[in-house]
């Protein structure tokens, strides 16, 4: 009688086993398919900022041309009113406009390049994130798989040594008769 129920606590054992693993392993791929739609929702909302501050800019650097154009006309529409007296000094000006306007463009692309590269930061760091997420979930899960095979085996070392133990009593007490 007592072999069948060492075979029933071993196989119990054993069943405990791969049910804790099988838990283990379905819960650590659930939590990495988890981060991995997490980290791409991220991925397109700073790419959308991306996107954002890249029009933007273009905006500016174009709605600034536009008013260098006009600035400069301007300035010719009064050189030539002038007559040619003061054809030096319109040209200084002219000059000036076109040297102020690539300074404010200038400023723009820098502005758009500092944004961008803190988005782009961003990203870097959901990705960090993530695969920290990842390493985490998936080192438990190996704890749990771990600790699941350990309890197994000292189960059944315990069920073999009750197994034995009893069997030594038993040839003990058959011998005492």
Do not use: W
């Not at 791929?29 to 791409?40: M, P, S, T």
């Not at 404010?104 to 988005?119: P, T, Y």
């Not at 961003?122 to 990705?127: I, L, M």
């Amino acid at each position: 009688m007592g072999a069948p129920l060492m075979v029933a606590g071993f196989l119990l054992s054993a069943a405990q086993t791969v049910s804790t693993i099988s838990s283990a392993r379905a819960e650590q791929k659930a939590q990495v398919a988890a981060a991995n739609r997490n980290l791409e929702q991220q991925y397109k909302q700073l790419q959308l900022q991306q996107d954002q501050i890249a029009a933007e800019a273009q905006q500016d650097k174009t709605e600034r041309s536009r008013q260098v154009d006009r600035e400069i006309a301007s300035l010719r529409v009064i050189s030539g009113e002038t007559g040619g007296l003061g054809t030096v000094t319109s040209q200084r000006l002219i000059g000036q406009a076109g040297y102020f306007a690539g300074l404010d463009l200038a400023r723009i692309e820098g502005n758009r390049k500092r944004a961008s590269d803190a988005v782009q930061q961003n990203k870097e760091a959901a990705r960090v994130g993530a695969l920290n997420t990842i390493t985490d979930v998936t080192y438990k899960s190996y704890q749990t798989q771990r600790d699941a095979a350990f309890r197994f085996v000292g189960s059944g070392l315990q069920i073999y040594g009750d197994y034995s133990n009893r069997n030594a009593a038993a040839e003990i007490a058959g011998g005492k008769k």
